[in-house]
Nanobody, 117 residues
């Protein structure tokens, strides 16, 4: 059974930075699509950033220029560097990993990010 471990969330002041980490262990599949999603209170879960096996990245418009996704496809690792954080970034952040073209998909439990002065 695969496990998704997230870390790095916390409380930060506006303008600050955080780095989220995600590791998928126990999967027998080579995962070729990893990403970060977030869900704020009263809102739907939304995509934040995606990293594909060819290192292609995609970001939501609200985080472009502030967030950077990176990772290691071989080790099933993903990171999200978040700079210049805003109160609107406050949410639970979830790591997602999947093997495209198959039903194989894993979600983490989520890590809370709170941006407040």
């Amino acid at each position: 059974q695969a496990q998704v471990m997230e870390s790095g969330g916390g409380l930060v002041q506006p303008g600050g930075s955080l780095r989220l980490s995600c590791e998928v262990s126990g999967s027998r599949y080579r995962l070729n699509h990893m990403g970060w999603y977030r869900q704020a209170p009263g809102k739907e879960r939304e995509m934040v950033a995606i990293l594909t096996s060819r290192m292609y990245t995609n970001y939501s418009d609200s985080v472009k220029g502030r967030f950077t996704i990176s990772g290691d496809r071989i080790k099933n690792l993903a990171y999200l560097q978040m700079n210049n954080l805003e109160p609107e970034d406050t949410a639970v952040y979830y790591c997602n990993a999947r093997k495209l073209g198959t039903p194989v998909e894993y979600w983490g439990q989520g890590t809370q990010v709170t941006v407040s002065s």
